[in-house]
T-cell receptor, first 118, second 116 residues
């Protein structure tokens, strides 16, 4: 079975300091992993995805994530937070086994609300 | 090109009524999936359509249904509304073919349903 655990429901940082949002996953097969961001009253936007190429994945807006199979983790980082980064972030897993039969079934974590203080 | 468009953006219904939500995918995308987002349950998969066929369904009661048209536009319907159906309903589309396994979803802004 596929599942995602986001270890922090809320993270607060000061502008200009590093961001770390933690995610652990469980998947029976080689997973595809994603990070999505949701700003208030907006839909979900893809930040980055891992699909078994390089384990360090770079995304938009300076975010990156590292896939660590031994730790079943896919933590999201950014060297320097900006006020515009304040939003809710979702770690998502898609089981490769599902790919033959379905495109759209993703399993979402419960989200991490990022607050950025000036 | 235009993104995923969902209508209406906001609506208020009363218990027992039914509601239909619409989703227009990105031009050329043939896969449409629906998710329900609530504070209590988070984001949960409702169903997915590809070429007018439902390919997968989440764990929701039969009051939740959907369909896809030949132009890939999709609708979802909830009948006999309950208070617990109040949620943000998100539609997402994908360009990938099932065999390619490309499942990056582009989401719409959502339809926020309030049931009174």
């Amino acid at each position: 079975a596929q599942s995602v655990t986001q270890l922090d429901s809320h993270v607060s940082v000061s502008e200009g300091t590093p961001v770390l949002l933690r995610c652990n996953y469980s998947s029976s097969y080689s997973p595809s992993l994603f990070w999505y961001v949701q700003h208030p009253n907006k839909g979900l936007q893809l930040l980055l995805k891992y699909t078994s190429a390089a384990t360090l994945v770079k995304g938009i807006n300076g975010f990156e994530a590292e896939f660590k199979k031994s730790e079943t983790s896919f933590h999201l980082t950014k060297p320097s937070a900006h006020m515009s980064d304040a939003a809710e972030y979702f770690c998502v897993v898609s089981d490769r086994r599902d790919r033959g039969s379905t495109l759209g079934r993703l399993y979402f974590g419960r989200g991490t609300q990022l607050t950025v203080w000036p | 090109k235009a993104g995923v468009t969902q209508t209406p953006r906001y609506l208020i219904k009363t218990r027992g009524q039914q509601v239909t939500l619409s989703c227009s995918p990105i031009s050329g995308h043939r896969s449409v999936s629906w998710y329900q987002q609530t504070p209590g349950q988070g984001l949960q998969f409702l169903f997915e359509y590809f070429s007018e066929t439902q390919r997968n369904k989440g764990n929701f009661p039969g009051r939740f249904s959907g369909r896809q048209f030949s132009n890939s536009r999709s609708e979802m319907n909830v009948s006999t509304l309950e208070l617990g159906d109040s949620a943000l309903y998100l539609c997402a589309s994908s360009s990938g073919q099932p065999s390619s396994g490309a499942n990056v979803l582009t989401f719409g802004a959502g339809s926020r349903l309030t049931v009174l």
